[in-house]
């Protein structure tokens, strides 16, 4: 498959940060992809990293002056050559620039000069994160057009774990991939996401539950946001942190999270229903802690939980409804009699008796169904380009709905 990043011009920010060392990872995943990368480096950022480290993986000499002696003006020839410009590690300072039109070297000039689309991840200290007023300034920055990806929450360069250290360079690259490709696309539309597993409460310290990590829908998610959706991701318990373009809202149970799909459903146009919806739930719940002392065996009555898509799919209302189906035999039979019978336009099956597939991994293989019956095959990829493939089903989708 060829990369959208293919012969593209793409502009790399670096700033003051511990973690522009990840910077050089950056410029290779970049690089194979077939992209042409022009370092461009802030002063700061050249007290982390010597700059011939990244003129040396980019094969082109690192922009560091907004004034020298050139034959054309540097920052304008850089701005109108891009075709992105990504800001990776972006500090609070070079934020609080652009959100407030301040060009006083070449990285915030080129930044404000260029017409091409501006994704920007985040590293910095987490109380500096959470600052209301770099929050005001990255809101800013938003409502313009520009992209964001992270931070996450992970171990800082202080030592302590907070929200703040950067997206991996993986993540940043597959992000930007798909900004290029298809900005903008679902501009206007609204998707529910779901997430995660769900918990069923035994007592107060037991419950059933799966082995749902909530990677695929995250991914779901954070590919829609770069396509230009307004996201809705409802998730269960999971140790990941959401995108921050998204209206997000944490559920428990099974219950919880029908309740909260149920409320959206009317203003969004699709639902991907990713979460590993626990099927059954205790007949009663416990107060307290049961003992050991209650025998040798404990019976356990289970009452079948709602079927939230099965659901929606009875009121469908002109929306698209996108399913998962893990499974661990008759793969694509079973997903062929879930997509008819829930009334889907769209199901993701796959087999998590795979190596590289299923739950807790960041890789996945599955094939995608139709409701006419398509099947695309999916080699092991990693789950953003899963997610990035499943978008595009649903544009073919919108493209039959709206004819």
């Given at each position: ?150 931070p996450e929450k992970g171990q800082l360069a202080s030592g302590k774990v907070g929200i703040g250290r950067m997206s ?165 039979e079973e997903a062929k009699r879930k997509l008819r019978e829930k009334n889907l336009d769209l199901i993701v099956a ?54």
């Amino acid at each position: 498959m060829v990369s959208a990043l293919k012969d593209k011009n793409i502009l790399l920010g670096i700033t003051g940060s511990i973690a522009a060392y990840k910077a050089a990872e950056i410029i290779r995943l970049l690089r194979k992809r077939g992209a042409q990368v022009y370092p461009i480096m802030t002063r700061a950022a050249t007290y982390f990293v010597h700059p011939i480290t990244f003129q040396t993986l980019a094969s082109r000499r690192v922009v560091l002056e907004l004034f020298r002696q050139e034959d054309k003006i540097k920052h304008i020839s850089l701005a109108e050559l891009a075709d992105a410009l990504l800001i990776a590690p972006a500090s609070a300072n070079i934020i609080a620039k652009l959100a407030n039109g301040i060009a006083d070297d070449i990285l915030s000039t080129v930044a404000l000069a260029t017409k091409a689309p501006v994704l920007i991840a985040p590293a910095m200290n987490h109380q500096m994160y959470v600052n209301p007023i770099l929050q005001q300034n990255i809101d800013k920055l938003k409502r313009v057009g520009v992209k964001f990806i992270g931070p996450e929450k992970g171990q800082l360069a202080s030592g302590k774990v907070g929200i703040g250290r950067m997206s991996e360079p993986s993540r940043i690259v597959e992000c930007l991939e798909s900004l290029i490709q298809c900005r903008d696309e679902f501009k206007g539309k609204c998707f529910l996401v779901t997430a995660g597993p769900t918990r069923e409460r035994i007592d107060e310290v037991r419950f059933i539950s799966n082995y749902s990590s909530g990677k695929m829908g995250y991914a779901l998610a954070e590919e829609g946001i770069c396509r230009g959706a307004r996201i809705i991701l409802v998730s269960g318990p999971t140790s990941l942190v959401p995108p921050a373009e998204a209206e997000f809202y944490r559920v428990e149970s099974a219950e919880e999270m029908r309740k909260k799909v149920m409320e959206e459903f009317a203003r969004v146009d699709g639902v991907l229903m990713a979460a590993a919806v626990s099927d059954f739930r205790p007949e009663r719940k416990r107060e307290g802690k049961i003992k050991k002392s209650v025998g040798e065996r404990f019976t356990l009555e289970l009452r079948q939980n709602p079927d939230i898509l099965s659901e929606l799919g009875k009121r469908k209302e002109g929306k698209i409804l996108v399913g998962f189906c893990a499974e661990t035999e008759n793969l694509e039979e079973e997903a062929k009699r879930k997509l008819r019978e829930k009334n889907l336009d769209l199901i993701v099956a796959n087999d998590i008796t795979l190596e590289g597939a299923g739950f807790g991994v960041d890789t996945n293989i599955v094939v995608l169904i139709d409701r006419y019956g398509n099947l695309t095959h999916l080699s092991k990829r990693s789950k953003r380009e899963v997610a990035r493939a499943v978008w595009d089903k649903i544009k073919e989708i919108t493209k039959n709905l709206y004819r």
